[in-house]
């Protein structure tokens, strides 16, 4: 072990010795820099692991030869082990990144830079108030120079902001300091921790100023303009170093003296970090220049630690693994991202779309973005997620609302600009220049947070049952992503088939349903990626991803496990989603809902596990405190997934702009990880009362109800073809949700029947469509027509898929219905069940609308040479449809199994089965004597038809009489365009996107505000000194009783 | 509590001036102003500082005389604090010098000296 | 003037917050804590008459390599602030004043005395008031009297840094000394404690203040110098 | 007493400086009385028992900072004239 003085003996060794270094010798200047700050690295990291591997003790360092309060004492324990090597790597990568700007200014720069790292270590490992301060003014004196490494205007001027401030603030904390002194007669803080009880009044106020003064430091929404000012002038190396270092040294700083504090100033020190939390993330909305959004952020996280410090009481003994899996995620993304901003060199965030030149980077760019917000596998995940559960243990549901609020709103900002970043059209490219040195710490980092999760994950209590096997597979697709299109495909089909026949035996109950639906499901959509040619980069990793989040919904015994899978879906999903040509605002939609979704769950997790001893999915039946509210958050959540009405408008257009084969992906498979996570939640949970009167899921059955109404409503007055089965699903998932709402054995045997079948006819109808789509270039109907002569086998899924979606006989659908209505009937909710009914018929209008539009009528003179839909995105289509001839053929064959399911749930009511004859109290059903019925109607008219079919008329193109249209202006004369225009006036109001409205007015109101309270920051560093002395005054009244 | 002490009279001054630097600090617009009140602030600073070190009738802490070199704690004023002030005044040179430079390079950018012209930098 | 108001209440608010701490002042009439310690044990523990120096150079040695490590840096940013955008022009003109005869004589008779004076302050800063940062203080105003009535005088940044550099390493490399032979880092205990109260005394605390004083006066002078050279914009 | 009332009329002159600083239209007083208040508490501090801390203010409070500030205010000044 190298004794941690050697630290800052070679770093300021080092620095005081590069005036022997000439200017032509500025390179090897750099190397010994990077060599002390490499060998400081060295030792923190040695000790660390010594900490670690060893369980060695704590160790003082005393200087002079005196013991403390003597003199000025070191410790080099396990948390200032860990800190310090943070704050040296960052010193090494960092100076690794600014390697050529260093190399200009010379010897100078190294200086400051060593000196920045040495006065945060010392900060760090420092026992002694007063040296804290001598150091602090070492670090902050290094961070001016650090700031104007690149001479500008901008630069000078933040950089003078940030020297008022800090000048301010450690007067305050020398003031402080000095009155501790004269109170207890030492500077150590041991001693300070010790005496801690004495209560003079002078001494509180001396803490006080000492506490306010790190406050300060750690840049507490709004007394901190100056510090936003800096992150966005400074060189983005620089911003990197001051986000990972500086703010990770003030936090520490902040974490030791904490116990200085009252319980009561700590309440106050989480009030001030959440403001903090929620003004940045806020303000963040409306700001377009990276760093300076990047700065936001860092603010706010730091203002989130910041709470989880004031908080500590209720943290618990979970305070540390809380506070450091969000900081060292925060350390890690903050640095990689304001590296990679400093490497693109882009002035807006909508610039960014110069970062898909390099694929490595985008990566690392997701990466952080994800890492930061606290999506799994990265740390910050699991300390969010233990967070929850110790606030929502300690009754504090106010923090636990605020805490979620702010990281929506940073989800927003970040996730807008990894959409522009992976989609904003941006006509010309020009590359910007990569250069080793810049790359490898992002590299680094970006990989460290991979390890860092797994680390983090197999410390956690819980977290280490969870299965990562699925997830490493989809990462593992990233290494092989340069192989053609084919290979993979048949690599993740094989994947996924593997992992179903392990998985078969494992499956039972609902599991085995949904675990069919999401598996073959996925195998059935994979076989249509054949139809790509290439090499589909960026598609399997995530479409894995996504699977191997669905799968581990149903494996998920913990409720920690549940969740990741969630989120790993959302991921993978978001991913998909995006893929397609305009689905940028959509995939944003969709990726804010799922966080909202997500956030909601996890408070319902969080609220659900209080007082528990285990996470197991079994808790959440025996909810001890609050179960309505638990119910409602959880069904809140699953339903964004399921898009209910009020959650949908994130779907017509994710679903709609996807591609061909990821459609039925999102739209089929992945829609019903919502129904799993509710007919979990409903059969755990059962039915609720919101104040002992009202039940909730009788609430949710009129949602469903009026969901499944407006879906299909909406769908009939769509123009485009993907949008119509888009808004189809919303109203089908309105029926499931309210099957599952009748909460009989009916009306489960209807919602889980038609989660199966829906996932069948619309994936069928999405590929369908999406295949005519692929080749005719346009998703509007009106500009479609008379196709059935091109592609008749198209046609034909259209026409089985229509028909069973509309609910028709013979076809499985209508099984699917009948047994619905039988259990209204039972409920005896008739005014839910007209409304279905009614929808029913809507549904009538849009299957017409979709397969006479494309299909029938005349064919458009663009499209006479267009081909039947790709070979390999027709081969799963008709694999469908064959398994929905034998369930229409056989609809025991599904109905039973789902009905044995269903019975230990629900054993009254069950249908009684005589081979393929059906019977309920309300009647009795053959679906094969139907089907063989309805068969040969159909049979009869079509010979009929055959046979007249040489007296039919042949309509030429331009035939205006019979061909309704004229062939310029479509749009308004096309007898396919608004095509229930009647409709539409009698009840179109019904279908005005108020919704949509409501929400946009949301989004606009957050934005208005954040644009609002942004302008204190009116750039005038006179202000910001006022803003700190303001600050200080209020605080200070708040804390000792003035309010 | 004697309020006609020296040592009070140095702390109430050095309180004063140090309010006074804030109040240069929060209301000059001019940068070297600005300044100004920092260096007065930090002055301020340095004399309460120095005052609650005092002790009353006692020497300063230099042991150069035979007789302060025995029950020596009774006979002298509190090093600490002085040592502190050295400390703090090299320091303060350190920053108002760095403040300085830069106050003299913004001018070099805009030629002016007011405060109030460098907001290129906000939201 | 609405500004100026909310200012003084903040103001005012501020001082109402420092209030208590003037308020539960009280006079002490002995010393207590570390205070009391240094005042009974300094003598025979570090050696130095002058007990501010043995608090500021030994029991508080890290916070002096801290103090010095400032001026350093500040002296760095400053190099490094003036430099970067700016070449090196000689710049005959006096900052204050037009450098006369008289001055120029007085300068070259009163220069060798100062930096005699700053010389002897450091040296005998464990015995008098005074130590390694007055005398380096000292040192500094020398030659900064120096440019003035010399402007048309160019000191050589080498030499400048050289000495810092030297004295710094070396500072460094006695605290090191001071793990590696005594109690800890930068323990005056590597030398001979010596006769209390004679110049030779106090260990390294005589070596360390000629470092300091070295050290801060080149550094300082490196500030001065920096102000003087940029005079091409300023 | 002596002592007292010298310490009273620094204060007082302090003081003074201190507004004159603040207020003072021009630099140059302004700087100067800053010196004067950083000269005068070095004076102070020699009633406080604490001749290392007025050496240090004497030399480098007073002497050495009001002289960056003079060279900084010369530059500035200059500059000014240039235009």
Redesign the interface.
């Known amino acids: 072990m190298v004794?941690p003085?050697y630290i800052?003996?070679t770093l300021?060794?080092v620095?005081?010795?590069?005036?022997?270094f000439?200017k032509k010798m500025n390179s090897s200047a750099g190397f010994l820099s990077l060599l002390a700050l490499g060998f400081a690295s060295f030792i923190s990291l040695e000790w660390l692991a010594g900490f670690w591997l060893y369980d060695r003790a704590a160790e003082y360092?005393?200087?002079?030869?005196?013991q403390p309060?003597?003199?000025?004492n070191l410790l080099m324990g396990k948390e200032e082990a860990l800190f310090t090597s943070l704050i040296n790597i960052a010193g090494f990568f960092g100076a690794v990144y600014l390697w050529d700007k260093l190399k200009k200014?010379?010897s100078?720069?190294y200086?400051?830079l060593m000196?920045m790292i040495?006065?945060l270590n010392?900060i760090i490992m420092t026992r002694?108030l007063?040296?804290l301060f001598?150091?602090l003014?070492?670090s902050s004196?290094?961070t001016?120079?650090l700031i104007?490494f690149s001479?500008?205007?901008?630069t000078?001027?933040?950089?003078?902001k940030y020297?008022?401030a800090t000048?301010?603030i450690s007067?305050i904390l020398?003031?402080g300091i000095?009155?501790m002194?004269?109170?207890?007669?030492?500077?150590n803080i041991d001693d300070f921790l010790a005496v801690h009880s004495l209560a003079?009044?002078?001494?509180g106020?001396?803490v006080f100023?000492v506490l306010i003064a790190i406050v300060l430091e750690l840049k507490p929404f709004p007394a901190n303009?100056w510090g936003?000012?800096v992150y966005?002038?400074a060189d983005s190396g620089i911003a990197a170093l001051i986000s990972a270092g500086t703010a990770t040294a003030s936090f520490f700083v902040m974490y030791k003296l904490l116990p200085l504090g009252t319980p009561q100033f700590h309440m106050v020190l989480a009030g001030i970090g959440l403001a903090t939390f929620i003004g940045s993330n806020l303000?963040g909305l409306?700001?377009t220049n990276p760093n300076r959004l990047l700065g936001y952020s860092s603010i706010g996280q730091v203002g989130l630690l910041v709470t989880i410090l004031g908080l500590s009481e209720f943290l618990g003994e979970r305070t540390t693994f809380i506070a450091y899996s969000i900081l060292i995620s925060h350390f890690l993304a903050k640095a990689g991202l304001f590296w990679i901003s400093g490497i693109v060199k882009r002035s807006t965030i909508k610039e960014w779309a110069v970062l898909r030149n390099s694929r490595l980077l985008m990566i690392l760019f997701g990466v952080f973005v994800f890492t930061l917000i606290g999506f799994p596998p990265f740390p910050s995940f699991f300390g969010k997620w233990d967070m929850m559960l110790q606030l929502a243990a300690s009754n504090q549901y106010f923090w636990i609302i605020g805490v979620l609020l702010g990281s929506l709103l940073e989800g927003v900002y970040l996730f807008r600009w990894l959409g522009y970043a992976l989609k904003l059209d941006n006509t010309e490219l020009p590359s910007f220049e990569v250069k080793w040195n810049k790359v490898l710490p992002v590299v680094v980092f970006g990989a460290a947070t991979f390890v860092i999760g797994y680390f983090v994950s197999s410390i956690h209590p819980y977290a280490k049952v969870i299965n990562y096997i699925p997830l490493a597979v989809a990462l593992a697709f990233v290494l092989i992503d340069f192989l053609p299109a084919y290979v993979k495909n048949t690599l993740a089909i094989l994947a996924m088939a593997y992992y179903y026949y392990y998985l078969y035996p494992t499956l039972s109950s609902f599991g085995a349903v949904f675990g069919a639906i999401f598996m073959v499901g996925g195998i059935v959509t994979l076989i249509a990626g054949y139809a790509y040619k290439g090499q589909r980069r960026g598609f399997y990793p995530f479409a894995l991803m996504m699977f191997a989040g669905l799968i581990g919904l149903i494996e998920a015994k913990t409720t920690i496990a549940f969740f990741y899978a969630w989120e790993v879906m959302t991921v993978g999903s978001y991913f998909l989603i995006i893929r397609g040509k305009k689905s940028m605002p959509h995939a944003l939609s969709y990726m804010i809902f799922s966080m909202g979704g997500a956030y909601l769950m996890l408070a319902g997790f969080a609220i659900a596990s209080v007082g528990q001893f285990n996470l197991d999915m079994s808790t959440l039946s025996h909810v001890l405190v609050y179960p309505t509210w638990v119910f409602i958050l959880l069904a809140v959540g699953f339903m964004t997934k399921t898009a209910s009405l009020g959650l949908h408008i994130w779907l017509p257009g994710a679903h709609a702009e996807a591609e061909t084969d990821v459609s039925p992906m999102v739209s089929a498979i992945l829609l019903k990880a919502g129904v799993f996570g509710l007919v979990t939640l409903f059969l755990a949970m059962g039915d609720q009362l919101i104040g002992g009167e009202v039940s909730v899921i009788y609430l949710l059955g009129w949602l469903g109800a009026i969901t499944a109404v407006m879906g299909n409503l909406m769908a009939a007055f769509q123009e485009d073809a993907k949008r119509l089965l888009a808004y189809s699903s919303v109203g089908v998932l309105g029926y499931i949700l309210f099957g599952l709402s009748l909460m009989s054995h009916l009306g489960w045997l209807s919602a889980i029947s038609i989660s199966v079948t829906h996932f069948m006819f619309k994936a069928l109808l999405f590929l369908a469509i999406g295949g005519v789509v692929w080749r005719v270039k346009t998703k509007e109907m009106y500009r479609m027509g008379g196709l059935i002569k091109r592609m008749p086998f198209s046609f034909f899924s259209v026409l089985i898929g229509i028909i069973v979606l509309a609910g028709l006989p013979p076809l499985s659908g209508f099984s699917g219905k009948w047994i619905f209505y039988n259990a209204i009937m039972m409920k005896q909710w008739y005014l839910q069940g007209a409304l279905i009914f009614f929808s029913g018929i809507v549904a009538f209008l849009y299957t017409f609308r979709l397969i006479h539009s494309v299909f029938l009528g005349q064919l458009k003179d663009e499209h006479r040479e267009v081909k039947e839909a790709p070979f390999w995105i027709l081969v799963p289509q008709y694999l469908i449809i064959g398994v929905l001839l034998f369930f229409s053929a056989v609809p025991n064959s599904l109905l039973k199994p789902i009905g044995k399911i269903i019975t230990p749930y629900f054993p009254v009511g069950a249908l009684d089965w005589t081979g393929q004859h059906a019977v309920s109290p309300f009647g009795y059903w053959n679906g094969l004597v139907i089907f063989y019925i309805v068969v040969s109607i159909f049979l009869v008219v079509l010979v009929w038809l055959i046979i007249n079919n040489r007296r039919a008329q042949k309509v030429k193109q331009f035939n205006i009489v019979f061909a309704a249209e004229r062939p310029f202006k479509p749009e308004t004369t096309h007898y396919a365009y608004n095509f229930y225009a009647h409709y539409r006036k009698a009840i179109g109001i019904l279908v005005e996107p108020k919704i949509t409205g409501w929400w946009e007015g949301v989004a606009e109101w957050a934005h208005a505000m954040g644009d609002k309270i942004?302008?204190i920051?009116?750039?005038?560093?006179?202000s910001y000194?006022?803003h700190i002395?303001?600050f200080?005054?209020i605080i200070?009244?708040i804390s000792f009783g003035g309010f | 509590m004697q309020l006609f002490s020296i040592e009070y009279i140095s702390l109430v001054v050095g309180f004063l001036i140090l309010l006074i630097g804030i109040w240069g600090i929060l209301t000059r617009k001019n940068i070297l102003k600005m300044v100004i009140g920092f260096s007065l602030f930090d002055t301020g600073t340095h004399i309460i500082i120095v005052a609650l070190g005092y002790v009353k009738n006692k020497t300063a802490p230099i042991l150069n005389q035979p007789d302060l070199q025995t029950d020596t704690a009774h006979k002298i004023v509190d090093p600490v604090p002085q040592a502190l002030v050295l400390t703090a005044i090299v320091i303060g040179l350190g920053v108002t010098a760095l403040m300085l430079v830069y106050a003299m390079k913004l001018h070099n950018e805009k030629k002016t000296l007011n405060i109030q012209n460098y907001k290129d930098l906000k939201w | 003037m609405l500004r100026n108001s909310l200012i003084l209440l903040v103001l005012l608010g501020f001082a109402a917050a420092i209030f208590p701490l003037l308020h539960s002042y009280e006079a002490k009439d002995a010393l207590t804590g570390v205070a009391e310690h240094y005042a009974n044990y300094g003598k025979e523990e570090v050696g130095a008459a002058n007990l501010v120096s043995a608090v500021v150079v030994t029991y508080r040695g890290f916070d002096t390599l801290g103090e010095v490590t400032i001026l350093f840096l500040a002296s760095a940013v400053i190099g490094l602030f003036l430099k970067a955008s700016e070449t090196y022009t000689k710049d005959t003109r006096s900052v204050f004043f037009k450098s006369t005869e008289i001055l120029v004589t007085a300068s070259r008779l009163l220069v060798p005395m100062i930096l005699l004076l700053g010389v002897y302050i450091f040296i005998n800063g464990h015995l008098t008031p005074g130590g390694g940062f007055q005398g380096g203080a000292v040192i500094a105003s020398a030659f900064a009297l120096l440019l003035l009535s010399r402007p048309q005088k160019h000191f050589s940044h080498k030499v400048i840094s050289v000495v810092e550099s030297i004295s710094g390493i070396s500072f460094v490399f006695i605290g090191l000394l001071g793990v590696l032979l005594a109690g800890g880092f930068l323990d005056n205990h590597i030398l001979a404690m010596g006769k209390f109260g004679t110049l030779l005394s106090a260990g390294a605390i005589p070596i360390i203040y000629i470092l300091i004083g070295l050290k801060v006066g080149s550094e300082l002078t490196g500030i001065v110098r920096n102000l003087k050279e940029s005079q091409k914009e300023g | 007493m002596i002592y007292l009332i010298i310490a009273i009329v620094l204060g007082i002159i302090m003081l003074v400086a201190a507004v004159i600083a603040v207020y003072n239209k021009d630099l140059k007083t302004a700087i100067i009385a800053a010196g004067v208040t950083s000269l005068f508490a070095s004076v102070l501090y020699v009633l406080l028992a604490a001749p290392d801390v007025a050496l240090t203010e004497a030399s480098i409070g007073s002497g050495l900072t009001t002289l960056i500030f003079f060279y900084v205010y010369n530059k500035i000044r200059r500059n000014n004239a240039q235009e």
């Open positions: 004794a003085i800052i003996a300021l060794g620095a005081f010795g590069l005036g022997l000439g360092i005393y200087t002079a030869g005196f309060p003597f003199s000025i200014i010379g100078n720069g200086v400051t000196g040495l006065g010392v002694d007063f040296n001598v150091f003014e070492i004196i290094a001016a120079g104007i001479q500008n205007l901008r000078i001027a933040a950089g003078f020297m008022l000048g301010i007067g020398l003031l000095v009155f002194y004269y109170f207890t007669g030492t500077l003079v009044k002078g001494f106020v001396a100023f303009g936003l000012d966005e002038s303000m409306k700001q942004r302008k920051y009116n750039g005038d560093g006179q000194v006022i002395m303001a200080i005054v200070y009244l």
